[in-house]
């Protein structure tokens, strides 16, 4: 994992390094990345939508493999995101989140305490 958590900052930096030398300011340019989240996961939708049929102009457009790289592509570009704003801390950052997430739905170990739970144990 550390090979794409290196990937991802490289990329981050090339941004950065581009919206800097065009006058953009870090917080914008955090916006920026955020909303391309938001553009990717609509690629995602479309992509779904066009797997589907459902789209009655367009018909079947799409494949669910294109599905699976408009997803790939929101994931990296979150990813790039977080790097952005948290370029020291990223990946642990990530680890924690999922660990605190995951702890509500996944059953936790007997011996263990639950890592999604900051409010005591459970009754």
């Known amino acids: 994992m550390d090979e794409v958590w290196k990937t991802i900052a490289a990329l981050a930096a090339a941004f950065e390094e581009r919206?800097?030398?065009r006058?953009?300011?870090v917080e914008e340019q955090w916006t920026l990345?955020?909303?391309k989240i938001g553009e990717e996961f609509g690629e995602a939708a479309q992509a779904v939508i066009g797997a589907r049929?459902?789209?009655p102009r367009k018909g079947d457009s799409h494949t669910w493999q294109d599905v699976h790289d408009e997803v790939a592509d929101t994931i990296i570009t979150a990813m790039v995101a977080l790097t952005r704003m948290r370029p020291d801390d990223a990946p642990a950052h990530l680890a924690a989140q999922l660990?605190?997430?995951s702890g509500r739905f996944?059953?936790?170990a007997a011996d263990g305490p639950d890592p999604g739970r900051t409010d005591g144990p459970r009754a």
């Open 99 to 101: 660990a605190l997430k």
């Open 53 to 55: 049929g459902t789209n």
């Open 33 to 35: 990345q955020v909303l």
């Open 106 to 108: 996944l059953p936790r």
């Open 19 to 21: 919206d800097a030398a």
């Open 23 to 25: 006058g953009v300011s």
